[in-house]
């Protein structure tokens, strides 16, 4: 499966984006999809996960409440709506796949990347 994110950009802190991850081919409902985040000098790191069917999303504990992970699989994409955004929200935003059968939010068990997406938030 091939991933392409978008929809990064600049804005103030406080102010909202939505990112959006579209998949070719239609193997896409079969995976889990993971956005994660890498700032500058710092490792990538998991935002938000959401299973095949869409259920039971996970997030990580610095975007509950903020950030709200959900797909269409009619569409093959992935959103991620990211409300009240703060200064250290700044990364570059990825999303991946993975075919496992439980959600996860370890990078390493993502096999399927795509380019990354520019988030940059100004206090």
């Known amino acids: 499966v091939q991933l392409q994110a978008s929809g990064g950009g600049l804005v103030q802190a406080g102010a909202s984006l939505r990112l959006s991850c579209a998949a070719s081919?239609?193997?896409?409902?079969?995976?889990?999809i993971g956005w994660f985040r890498q700032a500058p000098g710092k490792e990538r790191e998991f935002v938000a996960a959401?299973?095949?069917?869409?259920?039971?999303?996970r997030y990580a504990d610095s975007v509950k409440g903020r950030f709200t992970i959900s797909r269409d699989n009619a569409k093959y994409t992935v959103y991620l709506q990211m409300n009240s955004l703060k200064p250290e929200d700044t990364a570059v935003y990825y999303c991946?796949?993975?075919?496992?059968?439980?959600?996860?939010?370890?990078?390493?068990?993502?096999?399927?990347w795509g380019q990354g997406t520019l988030v940059t938030v100004s206090s």
């Open positions: 081919g239609r193997t896409f409902n079969r995976y889990n």
């Open positions: 959401i299973s095949t069917g869409g259920y039971t999303p």
């Open positions: 991946a796949a993975d075919s496992a059968s439980i959600l996860r939010d370890n990078r390493n068990a993502y096999g399927y």
